[in-house]
């Protein structure tokens, strides 16, 4: 049996990769292991690796000697350490990792440096922020990559990785959105006392490459939404640098009786919730991806995601700046954007990621990476040179 690591660092990555990994866990081909780390840790959080413990997968490691601070390159630098440690322990064939944080950076470091083949999911997105260096940066330091759609794969080419390195498999979590296993809204509603008969979900995260205008914005952001006097399910951000500008905002709303607010949910709860709702607003993937497959509208605030889709292509999500009165036009005419999009995929992502792993053609792609050259002929060349030149 081959040894399989899933490293994962976030409430989002692990409902994204969760089916994949109940997939490898029931197969005899592979030996899991899951590698527990970053704000799955934070108590302030949620600590959000008790509803991974509650999956009861086998062989779960939580990093929890790992020291997590308020600067991203010190994390990054921990987490290198503290896994490089667990894979040196384990000595996996593979390392699966999702996205663009760093928890996955660290590990496609560890993987790359430790000549362990490196499977990253759902790389050559754009979002517009530093989010995109940093899942490029991930994208070149992996052996193996299973995007989104066609528009990631011709990306990861332009980054001159190998077509057979590739495969399209949609969006993981999509398997998880139209299955038939998901709870009751009724259940969930009563569990966190939720009484509203309507509402939407707010989640805002901090922009890193903006952190000068976060305060600003989380204020025009909330008062727009306070504003509209509807009622709101309020889900804490990530806990990037910024994020406690936003979360300082969020306790000031606490006895709003509009707003309810939650530090996470287990995954398929999330779902629900998100299902349900009248729509989504902020700057969260889910917005993006989640709400399309649902047709929920999604109000995507700035520009943390403002290139994850083409403009058009996805007729739920509307583009605003935070702006408290151009976020106001908008809630009072969502119902204008409900429409269904399956652009990121079909709800069959972990059977194409489960025929990608027993292709002998695809897994053993080389250890040492070459980079490919788009159309490079002789006579380009020249013609390059003699332009730089002369």
Do not use: W
């Amino acid at each position: 049996m081959r040894k399989i690591i899933f490293l994962t660092g976030t409430r989002a990555d692990y409902g994204k990769m969760k089916s994949i990994m109940q997939s490898i866990e029931r197969s005899k081909e592979f030996e899991m292991f899951i590698y527990v780390t970053g704000m799955h840790l934070l108590k302030e959080y949620g600590s959000t690796y008790h509803e991974i413990e509650k999956d009861k997968f086998k062989n779960i490691f939580i990093e929890k000697e790992i020291e997590l601070t308020q600067k991203m390159d010190i994390n990054l630098g921990n987490t290198i350490i503290k896994f490089s440690k667990y894979v040196n322990d384990v000595k996996p064939d593979f390392i699966v990792i999702h996205g663009d944080r760093i928890d996955a950076l660290a590990a496609s470091i560890v993987g790359i440096l430790n000549n362990i083949r490196v499977i990253h999911i759902e790389g050559g997105e754009l979002t517009g922020t530093v989010d995109d260096s940093l899942r490029h940066a991930i994208t070149k330091m992996s052996h193996l990559h299973l995007v989104s759609n066609q528009e990631s794969r011709i990306r990861l080419e332009q980054l001159g990785e190998k077509k057979e390195s590739i495969k399209v498999i949609g969006s993981p979590d999509i398997d998880i959105m139209l299955s038939n296993s998901l709870p009751n809204i009724d259940d969930i509603k009563q569990r966190y006392n939720i009484e509203y008969e309507n509402y939407s979900i707010v989640m805002y995260h901090p922009v890193t490459t903006e952190l000068d205008k976060t305060k600003a914005n989380v204020n025009q952001v909330f008062t727009a939404i306070t504003k509209s006097e509807k009622k709101y399910i309020c889900i804490y951000p990530n806990n990037d640098h910024g994020s406690n500008v936003i979360l300082e905002k969020l306790e000031k709303l606490e006895k709003n009786k509009n707003i309810k607010i939650f530090k996470s949910f287990p995954f398929e709860e999330f779902l629900v919730l998100l299902k349900n709702s009248d729509f989504i607003i902020g700057n969260s993937s889910a917005g993006i991806r989640e709400a399309c497959v649902y047709g929920i509208p999604s109000i995507n605030v700035g520009t943390r995601q403002n290139k994850r889709f083409p403009r058009g292509a996805i007729k739920n999500i509307v583009n605003v700046e935070e702006d408290c009165n151009k976020i106001l036009s908008f809630i009072d005419e969502y119902n204008k954007y409900r429409h269904i999009s399956y652009y990121f995929g079909y709800g069959n992502s972990t059977e194409l990621f489960m025929k990608a792993m027993k292709s002998t053609e695809f897994i053993e792609q080389r250890i040492q990476k070459s980079f490919v050259d788009l159309e490079v002929t002789q006579t380009n060349i020249a013609t390059y040179i003699n332009e730089v030149c002369f």
